[in-house]
């Protein structure tokens, strides 16, 4: 089964304005890494949080990790046009291959 | 340098074609990675390298076949590809294989079979 499930919804603010996405996965990891991805352009790593933290901020960007409810979410502050992207979560499970497991993704579209 | 390469950009061949994605980072990196990635889904996993030996491969067939000639470069070799297999590939290194290091992402390929 594919780790990182992200709620497939697109989302739309307008600049300025928060955006939140959620990610769930289904077994235990050793960390759970966000990515960025510009239309039909390569990934940019966010932000990486392990297993045993719960929070962690990078910039405008924070990220929760809820291992007993195996989610996790990923909040970008005052959204600028340029965050238009699609957001993807990526697992690491703790036992298994030691590989990125993709969720699906989110679309974030911000109005200028 | 944290920049991954690749070229070309764009690539249209028919399914009788032979061509060649290739792929470089001069971060030092050890591990190298292609993936495929349709349009509106997460990249797949195709291949890992780890100092330069394949270690990974998610089943591909034969008609990719992966080459890491040093610790720099990566190709993809293409032949007989399917109009399914149009997709952007993707190439990506990281520090060290495994999921603990962050992947740093090349723009892609944009393949089209025709």
């Known amino acids: 089964s594919q780790q990182g499930e992200e709620d497939p919804q697109a989302l739309s603010i307008q600049e300025g304005e928060n955006a939140t996405m959620n990610c769930s996965y289904k077994?235990?990891?050793?960390?759970l890494q966000w990515y960025r991805q510009n239309s039909g352009r390569g990934l940019v790593h966010l932000i990486l949080i392990r297993s045993n933290e719960r929070e962690k901020h990078s910039g405008r960007l924070r990220v929760t990790l809820d291992t007993s409810k195996k989610s996790s979410s990923l909040l970008i502050t005052a959204s600028r046009a340029a965050d238009t992207a699609s957001y993807f979560c990526a697992t690491v499970a703790y036992y298994g291959n030691n590989r990125l497991a993709f969720g699906k993704g989110n679309q974030v579209v911000v109005i200028p | 340098d944290t920049e991954v390469t690749q070229t070309p950009k764009h690539l249209v061949m028919g399914m009788t074609n032979k061509k060649s994605l290739k792929c470089e980072q001069h971060m030092g990196h050890r591990a190298m990675y292609w993936y495929k990635q349709k349009a509106k889904k997460p990249p797949e996993l195709m291949f890992v390298y780890s100092y330069e030996k394949l270690s990974i491969n998610e089943s591909v067939p034969s008609r990719f076949s992966p080459e890491c000639p040093n610790s720099s470069l990566l190709n993809l070799h293409l032949h007989a590809l399917q109009p399914e297999d149009s997709a952007l590939y993707l190439c990506a290194s990281s520090h060290g294989q495994g999921g603990t290091y962050e992947q740093y992402f090349g723009p892609g390929t944009r393949l089209t079979v025709t």
């Open positions: 077994t235990s990891i050793n960390n």
